[in-house]
Each structure stands twice: as structure tokens, then as C-alpha cells.
């Protein structure tokens, strides 16, 4: 094996462990009843968070395009999850909770794959800024539509309709306009998050280490390059476009199940610039970064609740500090200096540690 | 050098229709490249006009002339990064019109890039497999599953692309990041990347720009066991003079978009009008 390989396969297993460990933690401390009631609630939106992260990251981070829509896949997916379980629990009188929640998040996530591949055709054409607007723009429409929705269920049959009026008698709404999917019952659990994100984590780190993932890399560091060395540079950002929707939508999906309502107003704009703010500082590229920068951004809005106000503005800051740290080249140089001593030591342990073998 | 030098002298060049010459091994095969009439206009301006080039299949021809002449230009047209105005393109006979970058690719054209145009964030090994992408395949969910074909094609890629580096004998740098690189290596690497696709024909695009000497000397010698080892043909656009007429067995001088010479490396170096075309014009009496 070689020393790069190792490395990453070090890495991927200690993300792996990470998040095991978290669980298992987390599930000891749940039986232990030692965790605060706010934190419990929050563990299937971290959850969610982590996986809409990890999969930003893989268009952002390894396919290189600025997607500014994610909560809009995250949407799809939370509206049909409701529905679909909605419909199995009133038209086809479905008890078991799993089974209804498998194929939720199975449905939410193949939705949110269509839309994706949808306003992927056209989008993919464009590059840079071009591709930030549609997706915004798609993210905008998608919340424009579901406020207009209303999704019923009465004798067995689904009512769609963009009026209210045309429901028939007795229906059992599911989706009610502006008010949102209603009534749900939340069946979301924090090991169906769990399992989720184990899903999301061999998806996405598997396929970036294959040949469909180098190519998806290639696009992103030279697309004539890549192109000249034969690979359909359209396909393989589709690929992760289309895989980061499907995730996105099972993400949305375990989302709306976890509350008894889902609004259009949870998916705005401001939640994929959240979402984005957890990939960028995070890292790009970087999966392990996701899930931690996913999971701190959630829990600490909650604990500094006094400060709310002010959130977005330190994300503003935050979100350009990183930009200027990463890309100006006097400061990186700067903190390369400042951290040469801490890496001669971890690099001179490591030596060490491999003499001993 | 000198063993180069008496390769060349063994050459004998023929002419052949459409006003080119091959080498005479490649006569009675269909030509790897032809290019008949050749042209791209941006905006009115007419960057190269009738370019006519045959190339044999195992030839090495070479693409000269002064800065601006059109060269790559023409190495975008031949590898429809461009889509030419007038003319066709044919590769193995095959007509590239209307097909896209990754089409010629796979119709067996592979380039190099003037600018160098490496996937700087990846390992120089994966920057071969790249070039592997369409030899070495399998679908993208036996790679989200590792299925047994993700194992053995791994492997397979692994092994061919530590082959391929070893032509240059790179193989130690396999794990470094390819956008680390020294400028030499870089440039070599991507040589391997492009003769990873298993290419009929290699476009070189300045493959010696930023070498020294000694790196230009030990390229040459590479370029004619290229050739030799994988019987592909080769062409490159290079200013340095020593490379250019010391391994192309055919030399084509553009100047202006225009072709004004074609020949082997004698006839060219005493050809006045490409004196002309390099040096200027003798001032009269």
C-alpha cells in the first residue's frame, strides 16, 4: 500500500470511528438519561445537518461547483418524506414505524434525485457564478411552490392541487399551503441519523476514491485537461450533482419526520448559505471537517441562544476570514511559519513510530 | 544524441498525396493524421488558413515557426478544442467533424499543454489513472460498494500507471502531489498522463520549454524510445532547434496561419524562406 493511500484510508477510518463513537456515546448517555433535553432533541437535526453537509461537499469540495440550492433538495425530500408517510400511515394503515420510515426516506431521496437531475441537465452547462444563480434560483422556486401545494389523502387516493378548493370531501390534508406539511407524526429517530450518516460517509468517501471520483476531481482542477484525457466532463459533474441531491433529499426527509410540521420558510436561502458555512469551514474536500464543523454549527446556536441575533453576521465574518486565510498567499505563509514547529514535531513522533516497526 | 542522429539518417522520406512526405516504413498504411485544408477564422481573422499535414503511423514530425504563427492553434483544432471553420480532420481516416474533445480522445489523439495543465491537487499516480480512464474501467457503484471488480481494476489501474511513470523513471513520485512538482517533472508527467490513453497520436505541446540542456537532450532520446516502444506517431511543437531537427523525421513551418515549408530537417534548415520567416529579410545591396 502506499504512503498516500494509507494516509487517506487513516483518515477515512478515524471519520468512521468519530461518528461510531459519538453514537454509541450518545445512546449510553440517552439510557443513562444523563443528556439535556434540548440536546436529545437536537440529534436528528444534527444528523440531517451532517449529511446536507457531507454532500454539499461533495459538488463544492470535490466536483468544484458553487451550488447555492441545497436546501432545496433538503426541501423535496423533508415534503415528500411527509407525504409518503402520511399516506402509508392514513390510506394504507401502515403501523410499523421503520418500514414507514425506510420509505420515507427512500422516497425523499429518490425525489430530490429527480429534481435533481432535472435542473441538472440545464445547469451543468454553465460554470462559475452562472451555476450559483440557477441553483439559488432553483432553491427560491422550489420553497415558492410548496407554499402554493396542498397534498391530501382521502379513500386510499393522493389529491394534488396548486388551489385548496379542489380537495374533495373528508380529506385528510398532508400538505396545507403556506402552513406547510402538517400533522406529520414524527418518526425520525437518532439511530435512523445515525445509520443515515454511515450511508452518506461509504457513498461519498468510497466513490471518491474510485474512478468515477477521480474523474469528478479531474473536472474540478482542469476541465480541458480532463476533457483531453477523455473523461465526459458533463457526466461525472452530474454524478455528483444528482448523488448529492439523492442524499440531500433522504437528509430532508429524516428532517421533516423528526417535527409534527414542516414550513416552506425552514428552506430558505439562508439554510444553504448554513449549510455551505459548515462545508467551508469545514473544509473543502475535507469529509471529516463536515461532519464536525455540521455538528458544532448546530449545537452551538442552541447554547448561545442569547447571542441569536447576531448569527449570521459572525457567519458573514466567519465565511470571509476563512476565504482570506485559505487563498491570500502572505497569510498562509504566515501560518505555515507559525505552525512549522508543531508539524516538525508531530512529523519527527511519526519517524519515530515508524523506526520502531 | 548521435544514436538519435543515425535513427533519423535510416529514414527514408517519400512523398506521398496531398504534398507530404512520410516516412517510407508508413507509406502503405492509412496515414494516423491527415488534415486536408485545414482552417479557423476568429472574428474575420484568419489565425490558420489551409493547413495540409499527413503524418504516418510511427512518424515523428515536428511543428515549427516564429511566436504567434498559429502552432497551437492547430494542436486545438486537431483536438476539437476548436471547431474548424474550413477543412476536415481525419484520424486513422476517420473524420473527427462534429465530435467533441472526448470523442477525438477516444479516437486515439492525446495531447500535452503549452501551459501545463496537471490536476494539481491530485497524486501523480492519480493523474495517470486519469489518462486510464477509458482502458481500465468499471461502473461507479462497484466503486461505491467496493464490489470484487473495484479490487481487481484497482489494481490493474495501479500497476499500469507505476509502468507508465516508469518511463521517465518516476515512479518514486507517485504519491507526491502533482502540483508540487518541478517544472521538469511536471512536463514529463504529463507526457505519461497523455500516453496513459493509449493515444495513435501524441500532440507535444513545447515539451522542452523550461528544460535545460542536459533535460532537453534526455527528453529527445525519450521521445524516439516513445515512439519505438509504444509504435505510435508523434507530433510536437518545440522552439528549441536542437530537439526539433535532431528526432523529427518531418518538419512543417507554419508562419502567419500559412504553411510556407515542409520537408526533413536538411531541406528545412536550408529552405529560405524560412530563414526569412525567422531572421527577416536581407536588406537589399
Known amino acids: ?357 | 544524441m548521435t544514436e538519435i542522429r543515425k535513427h533519423r539518417s535510416d529514414t527514408k522520406m517519400v512523398p506521398v498525396p496531398s504534398h507530404s512526405i512520410v516516412p517510407e516504413r508508413d507509406v502503405n498504411e492509412i496515414p494516423v493524421l491527415e488534415t486536408r485544408h485545414l482552417g479557423i477564422e476568429f472574428g474575420g481573422l484568419k489565425a490558420v488558413d489551409d493547413f495540409n499535414l499527413t503524418i504516418g503511423k510511427t512518424e515523428i514530425a515536428g511543428l515549427i515557426g516564429p511566436n504567434g504563427a498559429g502552432k497551437t492553434t492547430v494542436f486545438n483544432m486537431l483536438t476539437k478544442v476548436y471547431e474548424p471553420t474550413t477543412g476536415a480532420v481525419l484520424i486513422n481516416g476517420r473524420d473527427l467533424h462534429g465530435m467533441n474533445i472526448v470523442q477525438a480522445s477516444k479516437l486515439g489523439i492525446a495531447r500535452t499543454f503549452q501551459n501545463i495543465r496537471l490536476f494539481d491537487k491530485m497524486t501523480v499516480e492519480e493523474n495517470v489513472r486519469i489518462g486510464l480512464h477509458n482502458r481500465i474501467k468499471y461502473d461507479m457503484f462497484s466503486g461505491m460498494l467496493r464490489l470484487p471488480r473495484y479490487w481487481i481494476q484497482e489494481k490493474r489501474q495501479h500497476e499500469k500507471a507505476l509502468e507508465l511513470l516508469g518511463i521517465f523513471g518516476m515512479q518514486d513520485l507517485a504519491d507526491e502531489e502533482a502540483g508540487s512538482l518541478p517544472y521538469g517533472a511536471q512536463r514529463r508527467l504529463e507526457i505519461v498522463r497523455a500516453l496513459a490513453t493509449d493515444p495513435k497520436l501524441l500532440l507535444l505541446d513545447e515539451p522542452a520549454a523550461g528544460m535545460n540542456p542536459r533535460e532537453t537532450e534526455e527528453l529527445m532520446e525519450n521521445i524516439a524510445k516513445i515512439r519505438d516502444q509504444f509504435q505510435i506517431a508523434i507530433l510536437l511543437i518545440e522552439h528549441d532547434m536542437s530537439l526539433v531537427m535532431g528526432v523529427c523525421e518531418g518538419i512543417c513551418v507554419l508562419n502567419f496561419g500559412k504553411v510556407i515549408a515542409k520537408g526533413t530537417a536538411d531541406e528545412i534548415q536550408s529552405n529560405p524562406v524560412v530563414i526569412e520567416a525567422y531572421l527577416g529579410k536581407k536588406k537589399e545591396g
Open chain 1, 1 to 357: 500500500m502506499t504512503k498516500a493511500k494509507r494516509k487517506r484510508l487513516i483518515l477515512n477510518l478515524v471519520t468512521f470511528a468519530l461518528v461510531i463513537a459519538a453514537y454509541i456515546i450518545l445512546q449510553s448517555m440517552i439510557a443513562g438519561k444523563s443528556i439535556s433535553r434540548s440536546l436529545r432533541g437536537q440529534l436528528v437535526p444534527i444528523c440531517a445537518w451532517i449529511v446536507m453537509a457531507v454532500s454539499l461537499n461533495l459538488v463544492i469540495g470535490f466536483s468544484g461547483e458553487l451550488s447555492l440550492g441545497h436546501a432545496g433538495f433538503m426541501s423535496v425530500g423533508a415534503y415528500t418524506g411527509a407525504v409518503v408517510s402520511g399516506w402509508l400511515l392514513h390510506a394504507q394503515n401502515m403501523q410499523d414505524t421503520t418500514l414507514r420510515l425506510v420509505l420515507a426516506l427512500a422516497a425523499g431521496g429518490v425525489m430530490a434525485g429527480v429534481a435533481g437531475v432535472l435542473i441538472g441537465i440545464p445547469v451543468l452547462r454553465l460554470r462559475g457564478d452562472y451555476l450559483a444563480i440557477v441553483t439559488l434560483a432553483f432553491g427560491e422556486i422550489i420553497r415558492s411552490l410548496v407554499n402554493v401545494l396542498y397534498i391530501g389523502t382521502a379513500e386510499g387516493r393522493l389529491h394534488l392541487s396548486f388551489l385548496n378548493k379542489e380537495m374533495p370531501e373528508g380529506v385528510q390534508m398532508l400538505v396545507d399551503g403556506a402552513k406547510g406539511a402538517v400533522k406529520i407524526k414524527p418518526i425520525a429517530t437518532f439511530t435512523a441519523g445515525f445509520v443515515l450518516i454511515l450511508i452518506t460517509l461509504v457513498v461519498v468517501l468510497n466513490l471518491v476514491n474510485s474512478r468515477a471520483g477521480r474523474a469528478i476531481q479531474a473536472t474540478r482542477d482542469n476541465r480541458i485537461a480532463a476533457e483531453s484525457m477523455g473523461v465526459p466532463v458533463t457526466k461525472y459533474k452530474m454524478m455528483a450533482f444528482v448523488t448529492a441531491a439523492v442524499l440531500a433529499g433522504m437528509a430532508g426527509a429524516l428532517y421533516g419526520l423528526n417535527s409534527s410540521t414542516v414550513v416552506p420558510t425552514q428552506f430558505t436561502f439562508n439554510q444553504s448559505i448554513n449549510v455551505l458555512v459548515f462545508v467551508v469551514l469545514g473544509g473543502l474536500g475535507n469529509v471529516l471537517g463536515s461532519v464536525i464543523s455540521a455538528t458544532f454549527l448546530t449545537v452551538l446556536p442552541e447554547m448561545l441562544r442569547e447571542f441569536s441575533d447576531y448569527r449570521m453576521l459572525v457567519y458573514a465574518v466567519v465565511l470571509i476570514l476563512v476565504m482570506i486565510f485559505t487563498n491570500n498567499p502572505t497569510i498562509r505563509a504566515f501560518a505555515d511559519r507559525l505552525f512549522a514547529p508543531l508539524k516538525q514535531l508531530f512529523r519527527g513522533k511519526k519517524q519515530a513510530g515508524g523506526d520502531a516497526k
